[in-house]
């Protein structure tokens, strides 16, 4: 229980940052955590004045682990977004009362689609993600192609962790990673090849 009540606080921050609650947030789910953790701020949030209104909670799960959008528990949960390739959230009651309470959704995303978004968030805005972040991302692409977003002007999507917690992806993605001398002299001249 304590976890929650910490983690809810990030919805305070974003009131605060915003001067109201955003009109819809997207998010990773894999223990549910998060997303019941921030529906339960943005309500405080809303009930004491902070914020105006609630957002819409969108949570997207990672196809091959996404027992949400299943409805049952996935024995062998597998994704290239480890920190959201859970079976069965501990979750699982909030993330539906936040996607219910909220007029909200639970989806799922290929590794296809999280690969893009993570590849999209460094190229487009130098933000080195960890894959499961990146769930957020291209759960907005896939909502804005698929059935729009209703509205929506004020959209925040949650990035959970950093790319360092598998710089093995980046890795494998980067290709070959060219290796230079630690001299200025060379730096410039790898820069200007």
Request: with cysteine; charged share 25%; proline share 6%.
């Amino acid at each position: 229980p304590h976890r929650i009540e910490g983690q809810k606080t990030a919805a305070f921050e974003i009131c605060e940052a915003l001067g109201d609650a955003p009109d819809a947030l997207f998010i990773p789910v894999g223990n549910a955590g998060n997303i019941t953790a921030y529906w339960k701020g943005f309500v405080e949030a809303a009930g004491t004045g902070l914020a105006r209104q609630r957002p819409r909670m969108y949570g997207y799960q990672a196809e091959g682990a996404a027992p949400l959008v299943g409805g049952a528990p996935v024995e062998q949960p597998e994704t290239v977004a480890t920190a959201i390739r859970i079976g069965n959230p501990a979750s699982w009651k909030g993330a539906v009362a936040a996607r219910d309470e909220s007029g909200g959704a639970i989806d799922a995303v290929s590794d296809s689609e999280i690969l893009d978004a993570y590849s999209f968030l460094a190229r487009c805005e130098g933000v080195f993600a960890e894959p499961a972040s990146a769930a957020a991302i291209a759960g907005l692409r896939k909502r804005a192609r698929a059935q729009g977003l209703g509205g929506a002007r004020r959209i925040v999507c949650v990035l959970t962790g950093n790319g360092m917690k598998d710089p093995d992806r980046a890795r494998a993605l980067a290709g070959e990673i060219a290796e230079v001398e630690a001299t200025p002299d060379a730096v410039r001249a790898a820069l200007r090849s």
